[in-house]
């Protein structure tokens, strides 16, 4: 007879303040490291990059979805299913520009920065900048170059987090050698 | 119903990976030629399907068949092709295995794996294993083979 499982824990999961105290802990290494807040905010957004470039293969597994026909199905997978799927969030995507081409995302909860202050010696610091990286990195493995960066910081005083996506162009396939 | 080969591309190009279980016939050029060339008619049929479509496309390119063998193909967004040749005997396509080749094992042991640098060609032995158990445990894999 196999011992029964402790109630609600799923091997696979991390506990929410584990999550948020690691990330917690890198960006204090990295100002640490780098001391600019400039340099880490440069930092925090390759690391997102890097980061983006394989979750889309994850997302993409695991969602079954298939390419995007416009920018606005795009920005509802994010929100809806990718958020959703990789921090149990759903943001809400809003003040789309006339041309259609930059959305926001709202974030009311963002469990990045959950127990977080930053003091007044740091007040250059983007602390959730990995999130644009990432978002940056994933849409550029789905042939979308983007910029990403934020708008509203609870860390600086706002309501919610907002992160602001204006899509630059979209990315072609290189033809292999000898194709015209 | 018998698998013979297996090949993965990524998105510029580059042979990722090849693995054969029951290849009777050599195609008579170097490897990486073969890779090439095989790379090169994916790209060019999915090109020429688009072209000539008489309707709006939904998945565009699925597989080939010919008398004695079919092609399966299958991208991801990402850019991905995995391409498996069966049998003709197989029915439909193979497009869902396909799809959980992608998901339970490039993912899972590539993707994942941050010392795998995703651009090279696979030389993980997890990858090759678990690719191997799982195309030996398909329905359409032959016991008979060589």
């Not at chain 2, 399907?49 to 299958?74: A, E, M, N, W």
Request: hydrophobic letters at 40%.
């Amino acid at each position: 007879m196999s011992r029964p499982n402790v109630k609600g824990l799923d091997p696979k999961k991390v506990s929410g303040e584990l999550f948020t105290l690691t990330y917690g802990a890198i960006v204090a290494q990295l100002l640490k490291d780098y001391e600019s807040d400039e340099e880490v905010n440069k930092q925090l957004d390759r690391m997102g990059y890097n980061i983006g470039v394989r979750l889309i293969e994850d997302f993409l597994a695991r969602s079954g979805i298939s390419r995007c026909n416009d920018f606005r199905e795009t920005s509802d997978a994010i929100a809806k299913i990718g958020f959703k799927m990789f921090l149990g969030i759903t943001p809400s995507v809003s003040n789309w520009s006339p041309a259609g081409d930059e959305f926001s995302l709202q974030i009311e909860s963002n469990p990045l920065v959950d127990f977080v202050e930053l003091p007044d010696s740091h007040s250059n610091l983007s602390y959730c900048n990995i999130l644009c990286g990432v978002i940056r990195g994933a849409l550029e493995m789905v042939h979308m170059e983007v910029t990403s960066w934020i708008v509203q910081d609870v860390l600086k005083g706002d309501s919610i987090t907002e992160l602001r996506v204006r899509f630059i162009r979209r990315l072609e396939d290189a033809l292999p050698v000898g194709e015209d | 119903m018998v698998v013979y080969n297996f090949y993965l591309f990524d998105r510029v190009g580059t042979c990722l990976y090849y693995a054969e279980w029951c290849r009777r016939k050599k195609a008579g050029m170097a490897n990486v030629e073969e890779y090439k060339l095989m790379y090169g008619m994916l790209f060019s049929i999915k090109s020429f399907i688009t072209r000539i479509s008489p309707v709006d496309l939904k998945d565009g390119f699925l597989c080939y068949s010919t008398s004695k063998y079919k092609l399966h193909f299958y991208e991801t967004a990402s850019g991905l092709k995995f391409v498996l040749n069966t049998d003709s005997g197989v029915p439909g396509n193979l497009r869902d295995t396909l799809h959980q080749i992608y998901s339970q094992i490039y993912v899972e042991h590539i993707v994942k794996n941050p010392m795998c640098s995703l651009g090279d060609p696979i030389s993980s032995e997890l990858f090759k294993s678990k690719l191997d158990e799982f195309v030996r445990a398909l329905p359409v894999f032959s016991a008979k083979t060589s």
